[in-house]
């Protein structure tokens, strides 16, 4: 499957930004999603995860409460609302899809990789 993410930009803290990951051609409605992000100098690192009935989430510790991932009712969407942004949320944002349930948290629990989204968080 190929993913597209967008939805990136330039935010101030305590803003917002809406992620989206659309797949061409096919729904994304068999495949466990996950958002990963990688700031400069660092590794990619992960950031929520929805399984593939969307019944089940999971996000890393220091978004969760301000984060949200979900799919789309068009079945080839899932997006990650992000509230209340701080300059540490600054990197590029992932999608990634596995088939299979989900809810993995390392980049290896997945097949497929979109090219990534830049978010910048000001100070």
């Known amino acids: 499957v190929q993913l597209q993410a967008s939805g990136g930009g330039l935010v101030q803290a305590g803003g917002s930004l809406r992620l989206s990951c659309a797949a061409s051609g096919r729904t994304l409605d068999t495949y466990g999603m996950g958002w990963f992000r990688q700031a400069p100098g660092k590794e990619r690192e992960f950031v929520a995860a929805i399984s593939r009935t969307g019944g089940s989430t999971y996000y890393e510790d220091s978004v969760a409460g301000r984060f949200t991932i979900s799919r789309g009712n068009a079945k080839n969407t899932v997006y990650l609302q992000m509230n209340s942004l701080k300059p540490e949320d600054t990197g590029v944002y992932y999608c990634?899809?596995?088939?299979?349930?989900?809810?993995?948290?390392?980049?290896?629990?997945?097949?497929?990789w979109g090219q990534g989204t830049q978010v910048t968080v000001s100070s």
């Open positions: 990634a899809a596995v088939r299979a349930y989900g809810l993995g948290s390392q980049p290896y629990d997945y097949e497929f």
